[in-house]
Protein backbone atom coordinates (compact mmCIF):
# COMPACT_ATOMS: atom_id res chain seq x y z
CA UNK A 1 0.00 0.00 0.00
CA UNK A 2 1.08 3.20 -0.89
CA UNK A 3 1.83 6.00 1.83
CA UNK A 4 2.71 9.40 1.74
CA UNK A 5 3.25 10.91 5.37
CA UNK A 6 4.24 14.41 5.37
CA UNK A 7 5.98 16.49 8.48
CA UNK A 8 7.51 19.61 9.52
CA UNK A 9 4.40 22.52 8.72
CA UNK A 10 3.72 24.79 11.46
CA UNK A 11 2.67 28.37 12.19
CA UNK A 12 6.28 30.31 10.86
CA UNK A 13 6.86 34.34 10.66
CA UNK A 14 7.10 36.38 7.31
CA UNK A 15 11.02 35.91 5.76
CA UNK A 16 11.57 32.98 7.69
CA UNK A 17 12.49 29.50 6.31
CA UNK A 18 10.49 25.94 7.09
CA UNK A 19 11.83 22.16 6.02
CA UNK A 20 9.07 19.76 4.87
CA UNK A 21 9.23 15.92 4.77
CA UNK A 22 7.75 13.15 2.97
CA UNK A 23 8.31 9.74 4.14
CA UNK A 24 7.26 7.47 1.15
CA UNK A 25 6.50 3.63 1.49
CA UNK A 26 4.89 0.79 -0.19
CA UNK A 27 6.42 1.57 -3.78
CA UNK A 28 9.92 1.69 -5.35
CA UNK A 29 10.25 5.35 -4.44
CA UNK A 30 13.47 5.77 -6.91
CA UNK A 31 11.09 4.56 -9.78
CA UNK A 32 8.61 7.65 -10.19
CA UNK A 33 8.84 11.67 -10.06
CA UNK A 34 7.34 13.06 -7.09
CA UNK A 35 5.88 16.32 -6.12
CA UNK A 36 4.31 19.12 -3.81
CA UNK A 37 0.91 20.19 -4.19
CA UNK A 38 -0.62 23.44 -2.45
CA UNK A 39 -3.86 24.15 -1.30
CA UNK A 40 -5.21 27.05 0.47
CA UNK A 41 -8.39 26.10 2.40
CA UNK A 42 -11.46 26.59 0.13
CA UNK A 43 -9.21 27.06 -2.61
CA UNK A 44 -8.03 25.28 -5.54
CA UNK A 45 -5.29 23.21 -5.97
CA UNK A 46 -1.72 24.99 -6.65
CA UNK A 47 1.43 23.01 -8.12
CA UNK A 48 4.54 24.10 -6.34
CA UNK A 49 7.25 21.87 -8.03
CA UNK A 50 8.63 18.32 -8.96
CA UNK A 51 11.83 16.52 -8.88
CA UNK A 52 11.96 13.43 -11.47
CA UNK A 53 13.29 9.98 -10.74
CA UNK A 54 16.77 10.72 -10.36
CA UNK A 55 16.69 14.39 -9.61
CA UNK A 56 18.06 15.19 -12.97
CA UNK A 57 14.97 17.50 -13.57
CA UNK A 58 13.60 20.07 -11.20
CA UNK A 59 10.88 22.41 -11.89
CA UNK A 60 8.97 25.03 -10.02
CA UNK A 61 5.93 27.25 -10.01
CA UNK A 62 6.09 30.86 -10.92
CA UNK A 63 5.96 32.09 -7.30
CA UNK A 64 8.41 29.70 -5.64
CA UNK A 65 10.84 29.55 -7.76
CA UNK A 66 14.43 30.85 -6.65
CA UNK A 67 12.95 30.68 -2.50
CA UNK A 68 11.63 26.89 -2.38
CA UNK A 69 14.26 24.11 -2.98
CA UNK A 70 12.96 20.74 -3.79
CA UNK A 71 14.79 17.50 -3.13
CA UNK A 72 14.84 14.02 -2.45
CA UNK A 73 16.37 10.86 -0.92
CA UNK A 74 16.55 7.85 -2.76
CA UNK A 75 18.36 5.88 0.10
CA UNK A 76 15.97 6.43 2.40
CA UNK A 77 12.34 7.23 0.67
CA UNK A 78 12.05 10.79 1.49
CA UNK A 79 11.05 13.37 -0.67
CA UNK A 80 11.75 17.42 1.11
CA UNK A 81 10.98 20.94 0.40
CA UNK A 82 13.30 23.74 1.63
CA UNK A 83 10.79 26.71 1.98
CA UNK A 84 12.78 29.96 2.40
CA UNK A 85 12.02 33.54 2.68
CA UNK A 86 8.05 32.36 3.23
CA UNK A 87 5.35 34.94 2.81
CA UNK A 88 1.86 35.20 3.92
CA UNK A 89 0.33 33.99 0.60
CA UNK A 90 2.41 30.50 0.78
CA UNK A 91 -0.12 29.27 3.99
CA UNK A 92 -2.18 26.41 2.50
CA UNK A 93 -1.78 22.92 2.93
CA UNK A 94 1.28 21.13 1.17
CA UNK A 95 0.53 18.02 -0.26
CA UNK A 96 3.22 15.14 -1.51
CA UNK A 97 2.42 13.54 -3.91
CA UNK A 98 3.62 10.63 -6.28
CA UNK A 99 3.88 10.48 -9.67
CA UNK A 100 2.31 7.86 -12.16
CA UNK A 101 5.80 7.28 -13.70
CA UNK A 102 9.84 8.64 -13.19
CA UNK A 103 9.20 11.18 -15.58
CA UNK A 104 8.12 14.71 -14.31
CA UNK A 105 5.09 15.08 -16.82
CA UNK A 106 3.15 11.79 -16.42
CA UNK A 107 0.60 12.68 -14.17
CA UNK A 108 0.38 12.41 -10.43
CA UNK A 109 -1.62 9.51 -8.60
CA UNK A 110 -1.27 9.00 -4.76
CA UNK A 111 -1.55 11.92 -2.29
CA UNK A 112 -0.19 12.16 1.33
CA UNK A 113 -2.36 14.12 3.99
CA UNK A 114 -0.92 16.77 3.93
CA UNK A 115 0.75 19.30 6.19
CA UNK A 116 -0.63 23.06 7.23
CA UNK A 117 1.68 25.81 6.56
CA UNK A 118 1.11 29.14 8.20
CA UNK A 119 2.84 32.15 7.53
CA UNK A 120 1.72 34.90 9.89
CA UNK A 121 3.07 37.66 11.83
CA UNK B 1 -6.77 32.73 -12.23
CA UNK B 2 -5.92 29.34 -13.20
CA UNK B 3 -4.34 28.37 -16.34
CA UNK B 4 -6.89 25.97 -16.93
CA UNK B 5 -10.82 27.13 -17.19
CA UNK B 6 -13.24 25.57 -15.84
CA UNK B 7 -16.56 26.37 -14.05
CA UNK B 8 -16.79 27.24 -10.29
CA UNK B 9 -19.88 24.85 -9.96
CA UNK B 10 -22.02 22.17 -11.49
CA UNK B 11 -25.04 20.63 -10.40
CA UNK B 12 -27.55 17.94 -11.30
CA UNK B 13 -30.35 15.82 -9.62
CA UNK B 14 -30.00 11.83 -9.15
CA UNK B 15 -29.67 9.67 -12.04
CA UNK B 16 -28.73 12.35 -14.39
CA UNK B 17 -25.63 12.92 -16.72
CA UNK B 18 -23.05 16.02 -16.03
CA UNK B 19 -20.39 17.29 -17.48
CA UNK B 20 -17.32 19.53 -16.55
CA UNK B 21 -15.49 21.16 -18.85
CA UNK B 22 -11.84 22.05 -18.93
CA UNK B 23 -10.34 24.91 -21.37
CA UNK B 24 -6.74 25.04 -21.66
CA UNK B 25 -3.99 25.76 -24.55
CA UNK B 26 -1.97 24.16 -27.26
CA UNK B 27 1.30 23.89 -24.59
CA UNK B 28 -0.90 22.21 -22.22
CA UNK B 29 -4.01 20.38 -22.90
CA UNK B 30 -3.52 20.12 -26.90
CA UNK B 31 0.06 18.74 -26.52
CA UNK B 32 -0.21 16.33 -23.19
CA UNK B 33 -2.37 14.35 -21.08
CA UNK B 34 -5.47 15.39 -19.05
CA UNK B 35 -5.81 14.12 -15.12
CA UNK B 36 -8.77 14.44 -13.32
CA UNK B 37 -9.21 14.46 -9.46
CA UNK B 38 -11.94 14.53 -6.99
CA UNK B 39 -11.60 15.70 -3.50
CA UNK B 40 -14.22 15.55 -1.10
CA UNK B 41 -14.46 18.24 2.01
CA UNK B 42 -11.70 18.05 4.53
CA UNK B 43 -10.05 15.27 3.03
CA UNK B 44 -6.90 14.59 0.70
CA UNK B 45 -7.64 14.58 -3.73
CA UNK B 46 -8.30 10.96 -4.95
CA UNK B 47 -7.12 10.21 -8.81
CA UNK B 48 -10.48 9.92 -11.03
CA UNK B 49 -9.15 10.01 -14.52
CA UNK B 50 -5.42 9.57 -16.11
CA UNK B 51 -4.19 9.69 -19.34
CA UNK B 52 -7.13 11.95 -21.02
CA UNK B 53 -9.65 9.10 -20.38
CA UNK B 54 -8.51 6.18 -18.37
CA UNK B 55 -9.80 5.17 -15.26
CA UNK B 56 -7.55 3.95 -12.60
CA UNK B 57 -8.98 0.55 -11.15
CA UNK B 58 -11.35 1.23 -8.45
CA UNK B 59 -13.10 3.84 -10.28
CA UNK B 60 -16.48 3.65 -11.32
CA UNK B 61 -17.27 3.40 -14.93
CA UNK B 62 -20.13 6.41 -14.30
CA UNK B 63 -16.80 8.22 -14.78
CA UNK B 64 -15.62 9.11 -17.89
CA UNK B 65 -13.53 11.74 -19.55
CA UNK B 66 -12.52 12.71 -23.32
CA UNK B 67 -10.52 15.39 -24.78
CA UNK B 68 -10.65 17.42 -28.23
CA UNK B 69 -7.79 20.05 -29.16
CA UNK B 70 -7.21 21.95 -25.87
CA UNK B 71 -10.42 21.21 -23.92
CA UNK B 72 -11.28 18.10 -21.91
CA UNK B 73 -14.34 16.72 -20.16
CA UNK B 74 -15.37 14.86 -17.27
CA UNK B 75 -18.60 13.38 -17.84
CA UNK B 76 -20.67 12.01 -14.57
CA UNK B 77 -23.12 9.45 -15.78
CA UNK B 78 -26.06 7.85 -13.64
CA UNK B 79 -25.28 10.82 -10.66
CA UNK B 80 -25.49 10.09 -7.46
CA UNK B 81 -25.51 12.03 -3.84
CA UNK B 82 -22.04 10.80 -2.64
CA UNK B 83 -20.58 11.95 -6.25
CA UNK B 84 -21.15 15.82 -4.41
CA UNK B 85 -17.43 17.14 -4.78
CA UNK B 86 -14.82 19.45 -5.98
CA UNK B 87 -13.47 17.76 -9.57
CA UNK B 88 -9.98 19.65 -10.77
CA UNK B 89 -8.13 18.62 -13.88
CA UNK B 90 -4.07 18.94 -14.18
CA UNK B 91 -1.74 18.64 -17.14
CA UNK B 92 1.42 19.42 -17.54
CA UNK B 93 2.08 22.65 -19.60
CA UNK B 94 5.29 22.89 -21.98
CA UNK B 95 5.36 26.16 -22.45
CA UNK B 96 8.49 27.39 -22.99
CA UNK B 97 8.83 30.20 -20.40
CA UNK B 98 7.19 28.71 -17.71
CA UNK B 99 6.78 24.55 -17.60
CA UNK B 100 5.52 23.00 -14.82
CA UNK B 101 1.84 21.43 -14.24
CA UNK B 102 -1.07 23.31 -13.92
CA UNK B 103 -4.40 22.55 -12.69
CA UNK B 104 -8.09 23.74 -13.49
CA UNK B 105 -9.82 26.46 -10.89
CA UNK B 106 -12.00 23.52 -9.62
CA UNK B 107 -15.54 22.50 -10.09
CA UNK B 108 -17.66 22.74 -6.86
CA UNK B 109 -20.48 19.85 -8.07
CA UNK B 110 -24.13 19.68 -6.24
CA UNK B 111 -26.11 16.69 -6.25
CA UNK B 112 -29.79 18.36 -5.64
Known sequence: EVQLVESGGGLVQPGRSLRLSCAASGFKFDGYAMHWVRQTPGKALEWVSTVNWDSSLITYAAPVKGRFIISRDNTNNFLHLQMNSLRVEDTAFYYCVKGEGPGSSVGFDYWGQGTLVTVSS | ?112
Open chain 2, 1 to 112: QSVLTQPPSASGTPGQRVTISCAGRSSNIGTNFVFWYQQFPQTTPKLLIHRDNERPSGVPDRFSASKSGTSASLVISGLRSEDEADYYCATWDDNLSEFGWVFGGGTKLTVL
